[in-house]
């Protein structure tokens, strides 16, 4: 990795790990839920990591834009001119959050040039981070500092694994499933779905659903360095601050590449 690579890597870990344990503080209470304009949830809990994650990336060399979902109002005309900045979603998984499943993430890349280069996830509840930089290693660090590298698995004999949200299921999904044949479902919350195929532990996350650019950007950086990939329903790759709509399209996020797993698709 090079040694930029891995000094912003190193930054972006700590800044995660810092904005965990201001959300565990607000877990570990009796919290309020509010809702934003949109009917989503939001806690106190995403506003204090989005506070200091931003405080944080300012300080960081660079002068990059930041694009967060608790800051997401920024104009088009304004985005436009974005060549690199950073994606930050300060709490992905805020049902999970509500719920106290412990299946949520703080996630923040740096996309370059509409795509993602470098990301890290950390899971408060667990205390792990994950962190990937494309072309380069993806690697986890357990809660005690260990750090090994991942990397996707070869898809197998048995049934494929397919990882899915505990939130969001419906029809689409559900004839996906079943004409992909023998498969074993692995639920799970959040930027999670990625990370869990980028260590190998699931083979496929069909996401058939709405989600946003701040939902995927980190989550994709290190799946796809672990040797992954995410595709949108065309076949292609995602493409970041790709105008005014800051929604992804359907996608589907892979390990083992060596089956079309578009030809599923309703």
């Not at 002068?63 to 001119?81: F, G, H, K, V, Y």
């Not at 509409?114 to 380069?136: A, D, I, M, N, S």
């Not at 949200?165 to 044949?181: A, F, I, K, M």
């Not at 990625?194 to 532990?201: L, R, V």
Request: proline content about 7%; overall charge negative.
């Amino acid at each position: 990795m090079t040694d930029a690579h891995a000094d912003l890597l190193e930054a972006l870990a700590r800044i995660a790990r810092q904005a965990g344990a201001a959300i565990l503080e607000v877990y570990h209470s009796d919290f309020a839920v509010e809702a934003k304009q949109d009917d989503s949830p939001i806690t106190e809990a995403d506003r204090r990591a989005h506070d200091l994650i931003r405080a944080a990336l300012e300080q960081l060399p660079g002068d990059r834009p930041i694009l967060s979902e608790e800051a997401r109002t920024l104009p088009w005309e304004q985005r436009r001119q974005w060549k690199e900045y950073w994606l930050v979603d300060p709490l992905d998984g805020t049902k999970e959050f509500i719920q106290r499943n412990g299946q949520f993430t703080v996630n923040i890349a740096l996309v370059r040039l509409g795509r993602p280069v470098l990301g890290v996830v950390h899971v408060p509840v667990q205390g792990v981070t994950y962190g990937g930089v494309v072309g380069e290693e993806a690697w986890k660090e357990s809660a005690d500092g260990q750090r090994q590298p991942i990397a996707v698995r070869p898809l197998g004999e048995g049934p494929i694994r397919v990882v899915g949200s505990r939130s969001h299921r419906g029809p689409d999904l559900d004839g996906y499933l079943e004409r992909l044949g023998e498969h074993e479902m692995v639920p799970m919350g959040s930027s999670l779905k990625f990370c869990i195929i980028a260590e190998g532990e699931a083979d496929v996350y069909p996401r058939l659903g709405p989600t946003s650019e701040w939902d995927t950007a980190a989550a994709e950086a290190v799946l796809v360095a672990a040797g992954g990939r995410v595709v949108a329903s065309n076949g292609q790759p995602m493409a970041y601050n790709k105008g005014p709509d800051l929604l992804n399209p359907w996608f589907i996020a892979s390990g083992d590449d060596s089956r079309d797993w578009t030809e599923y698709l309703p």
